[in-house]
């Protein structure tokens, strides 16, 4: 199987890693970006076979193409690359604000667009997804708070895409994970009222606060995102019928509110990413129906920007 990644940053290093771990030699790893700069990973480096340059021909015929580059970049990218390879891997957010053209691209009947969300694939919310029964559950609060500085370790946060509004940085964006897997779980609400906006003394100028109130048939969902929270937070709190169940995607466990009883589900990142690579090739091979689409990734960032009513 010959894929290419577009962008070589640290998703594409880990993607990488990853393909490796689970295909090995059946797998052969082109990559294209656009700086000067090297992967700074040698592991990483000896498993790509040739880097293209913007300025240099790219092959044709790949199986897979990863588009891994900024979110700004990722609607040229895929056109650029469209008639290069049959299937696509696309880093969400899909796209930079979801109104983009998909008309455009002329996408193919018989290839795969995936749009990646891998929180979704996690053993937190795979068991509220196979254990809970939605219908009894009336209410939802979810959070993710945590401290930008701190994200990437020996960088320079003001330097980040994150901290850039022109690169689509923002916690609205940066932080889609939640409005994915709370419509994997739950489906599309059908009003959103948000609030986002710039207000800590961190040195960006993207969002770094995004607060939502949604409402669906059934139940309300209310969630929380910022930049700035000094201890990190990132759960969901389910209001059912009988029980209040919180569901910590940092401590990887599930509590119960009334019995107290726990479920923990420990898990390494690697092996959630590796979850959702499993899928989408299962989706290529015809075994799976695509469930995150371009239009689905578009629809889900409509959302996190409060572009529905």
């Not at 604000?97 to 929180?119: M, Q």
């Not at 995607?249 to 959630?272: A, C, F, M, N």
Request: hydrophobic share 35%; with cysteine; charged share 30%.
């Amino acid at each position: 199987m010959k894929v290419c990644f577009v962008g070589l940053g640290s998703i594409a290093s880990r993607h990488i890693k990853n393909l490796y771990s689970l295909y090995g030699s059946k797998i052969e790893i082109d990559a294209v970006r656009s700086g000067k700069g090297n992967t700074q990973n040698h592991d990483i480096e000896k498993r790509i076979s040739h880097v293209y340059r913007d300025n240099e021909a790219i092959p044709y015929g790949y199986d897979v193409i990863f588009i891994t580059n900024p979110t700004k970049l990722h609607y040229t990218a895929l056109e650029r690359m469209h008639s290069h390879g049959r299937h696509f891997f696309i880093e969400k957010p899909v796209f930079e604000t979801g109104e983009e053209d998909i008309s455009k691209l002329k996408l193919r009947n018989d290839s795969i667009y995936y749009v990646a969300c891998p929180l979704r694939y996690t053993n937190v919310i795979q068991y509220l997804k196979q254990k809970v029964d939605f219908s009894q559950v009336y209410s939802i609060r979810c959070i993710s708070s945590s401290y930008l500085p701190e994200w990437r370790p020996g960088t320079d946060y003001r330097n980040s895409y994150s901290a850039k509004r022109i690169l689509g940085g923002g916690v609205a964006i940066d932080l889609i994970h939640e409005w994915d897997y709370i419509r994997y779980l739950i489906g599309d609400p059908e009003k959103v009222c948000c609030l986002m906006g710039k207000k800590s003394d961190l040195e960006i100028d993207s969002d770094d606060v995004a607060a939502y109130i949604a409402e669906y048939p059934d139940k309300m969902v209310e969630l929380h995102l910022d930049y700035f929270g000094r201890i990190p937070v990132r759960k969901l709190e389910l209001y059912s019928r009988d029980d209040v169940i919180t569901a910590n995607l940092l401590e990887q466990k599930i509590i119960y509110g009334r019995t107290g009883r726990q479920v923990d589900l420990p898990e390494d990142r690697d092996s959630y990413q590796k979850k959702e690579l499993i899928h989408f090739f299962a989706i290529v091979n015809g075994e799976l129906t695509n469930d995150n689409s371009i239009v689905d990734g578009c629809r889900t960032l409509k959302i996190a920007k409060g572009a529905i009513e």
